[in-house]
């Protein structure tokens, strides 16, 4: 599979997540204070619950029901009560095109 145009870069608002969905796969993309995008497994490992619902602070993403923050760059979570990460995904720019391959995670040590 190939990176898919998702959305472009003028669609987002800073520090402020918003669900995709590629190939059945939920994803929240996030546009943080210095400039990056993001993109991670859209549900709370915790619950199931849409991470884009929730609150962009600084290179986290919390989850808006039982307040678990998930790294944006790692996908682990920061705080209980999650303790299982969510998926990070590969990012491309391609002028003010974002595109992502939901087939292809990041790996993270």
Same mark, same amino acid.
């Given at each position: 599979?190939?990176? !898919?145009?998702?959305? !472009?870069? /003028?669609?987002?608002? !800073?520090?402020?997540? +918003? @669900?995709?969905?590629?190939? *059945? +796969?939920? #994803?929240?993309?996030?546009? %943080? *204070? !210095?400039?990056?995008?993001?993109? #991670? *497994? %859209?549900?709370?490992?915790?619950?199931?619950? /849409?991470?884009?619902?929730?609150?962009?602070?600084? %290179? /986290?993403? &919390?989850?808006?029901?039982? *307040? /678990?923050?998930?790294?944006? @760059?790692?996908? @682990?979570?920061?705080?209980? $009560?999650?303790?299982?990460? +969510? $998926?990070?995904? &590969?990012?491309? #720019? %391609?002028?003010?095109?974002?595109?992502?391959? $939901?087939?292809?995670?990041?790996?993270?040590?």
């Amino acid at each position: 599979m190939t990176a !898919q145009k998702v959305l !472009q870069l /003028s669609d987002l608002t !800073q520090d402020t997540a +918003v @669900r995709i969905e590629v190939d *059945g +796969v939920a #994803i929240a993309v996030v546009l %943080d *204070g !210095q400039g990056e995008v993001h993109a #991670i *497994g %859209d549900t709370c490992t915790h619950g199931d619950i /849409s991470l884009a619902d929730g609150f962009v602070e600084g %290179d /986290s993403l &919390e989850c808006w029901a039982h *307040g /678990s923050a998930f790294s944006l @760059r790692t996908g @682990r979570p920061l705080n209980l $009560p999650a303790y299982e990460p +969510v $998926p990070v995904y &590969e990012v491309t #720019i %391609d002028g003010d095109d974002i595109l992502i391959d $939901p087939a292809v995670t990041k790996a993270v040590n």
